[in-house]
């Protein structure tokens, strides 16, 4: 079964009746924080782990974009969490009683508009009552390639992959073949309605023994001896090959991880997790090299 999505805007003020109404309303929902919150622009703080948020405590991780920044496109995983946050709101009324569904979808109404009579509500949440959004409900986002530009984050459409994803829709599939769960931040990024993403998020990383097929250039740009080696030090101790120099400079503030292809992002935000730092950008031709990534050490490391 799909899920017609609903976005958060990440605008709404804390203060408007609204979004963190509804979660209030069902007395909190429970939610598997993919990973600790710290997000002023979004709101606060909010924990790591399986727990009842509140609607304020939803409402930051729906807006939550900057927490994200080492990893990548912030947004790619906001949207994510506020498909999380529906599901657990889908969740808790549907596998309520009959008793406590009237009384949660009477309370919400008076948050939501639309053309639909409140038996008619009524009628739709009873045929789907029982229903598990971890496995019987899937979700995803549009497929698309990310580039860091001038100091922000773009994303875009990959038509090809998106013409797949219909076709699949179409077909009565769901939008991809598998979960996909970040390995970097632990953010469910597409569920297939299988119930594997949670088990997946459970189980333990691959062990760092294991050989990569990918090999890592990495440059120094920050001048500081020895760094290079560093990095090196740590991204074969995950199974990389990798090579070492100088990049063209030693004035880097910030340091990057190169990919070239969209489907490389996820492998890159672990290579900047491996190493403990870097932001992971498609490369636009700026960055010429050998291997299947590349790491600039900036002032950063």
């Not at 009237?102 to 409140?118: F, K, N, P, R």
């Not at 971890?134 to 038509?159: F, H």
């Not at 769960?181 to 023994?209: F, I, M, Q, R, Y």
């Not at 920050?222 to 199974?239: P, T, Y």
Request: proline share 3%.
């Amino acid at each position: 079964m799909s899920w017609a999505y609903a976005g958060i805007s990440p605008t709404e003020t804390t203060e408007e009746p609204g979004f963190k109404d509804i979660v209030d309303a069902l007395g909190g929902v429970e939610v598997d924080v993919p990973m600790t919150i710290d997000d002023e622009d979004a709101g606060g703080h909010v924990d790591e782990g399986l727990q009842t948020l509140n609607g304020d405590q939803a409402l930051i991780l729906c807006r939550a974009r900057h927490a994200y920044d080492e990893f990548g496109d912030g947004d790619r995983y906001r949207a994510a969490n506020q498909r999380l946050v529906l599901s657990a709101i889908a969740k808790k009324i549907l596998t309520s009683d009959a008793a406590t569904m009237v009384g949660s979808v009477q309370a919400l109404s008076q948050y939501v508009t639309t053309d639909l009579e409140i038996t008619d509500i009524l009628s739709i949440a009873q045929s789907m009552r029982g229903l598990d959004p971890e496995k019987d409900i899937y979700t995803a986002m549009e497929p698309t390639t990310s580039a860091y530009i001038n100091g922000g984050w773009y994303e875009y459409l990959d038509a090809k992959a998106w013409k797949t994803m219909m076709s699949r829709v179409d077909q009565g599939l769901p939008p991809t073949e598998e979960d996909e769960v970040d390995e970097t931040s632990g953010t469910v990024l597409a569920t297939t309605g299988s119930g594997e993403a949670n088990e997946e998020k459970k189980s333990a990383p691959p062990s760092s023994n294991d050989k990569k097929s990918s090999t890592v250039v990495v440059k120094n740009g920050n001048g500081l001896a020895g760094a290079g080696a560093e990095a090196a030090e740590k991204l074969e101790a995950r199974g990389y090959t990798v090579e070492t120099g100088n990049a063209d400079s030693f004035d880097y503030t910030q340091t990057i991880v190169i990919y070239e292809r969209g489907d490389q992002a996820t492998e890159a935000r672990e290579i900047a997790n491996a190493i403990g730092v870097g932001k992971a950008q498609q490369n636009t031709g700026e960055y010429v090299f050998d291997g299947d990534f590349l790491v600039v050490l900036g002032a950063d490391w």
